[in-house]
């Protein structure tokens, strides 16, 4: 399940990428948020969509260090400064975050399945 395809990832993320980087992080980040939610959650709405394109571009800029602040292409970087290495201990916390209310809605939508962790013994 892909909340957001590449198709659509230009309506978020409007910088050009080469193809196999868009593949690569794009099945990243609906893989992470995919991840965090438990499964596919009962709607698949715009804001999900933006959190995955937000997912995708903190992914790739971890991967190839910082984005041009002109052009907003993610480019190469030199070594990163203290504060930067300060800042951005887990930079996916904020998606996670946001992703909150999904995972809720997907639990209640799967609670009955799931019986809280408890497990019936007998017959």
């Known amino acids: 399940m892909a909340f957001l395809s590449a198709a659509e990832l230009p309506n978020y993320y409007p910088n050009n990428m080469a193809v196999g980087d868009v593949t690569k992080y794009l099945g990243r980040a609906n893989a992470y948020c995919y991840g965090v939610i438990g499964g596919e959650p009962p709607i698949v709405d715009e804001n999900l969509k933006v959190i995955v394109s937000t997912a995708f571009e903190i992914l790739a800029e971890g991967e190839t260090s910082q984005t041009d602040n002109v052009t907003g292409i993610i480019t ?17 916390a904020s998606i996670d975050k946001m992703l909150l209310p999904y995972k809720k809605a997907f639990d209640a939508a799967n609670a009955e399945q799931a019986d809280n962790g408890i497990t019936w013994l007998g017959g």
């Open 76 to 92: 190469e970087a030199g070594p990163a400064s203290s504060y930067s290495r300060e800042k951005g201990n887990n930079p996916l």
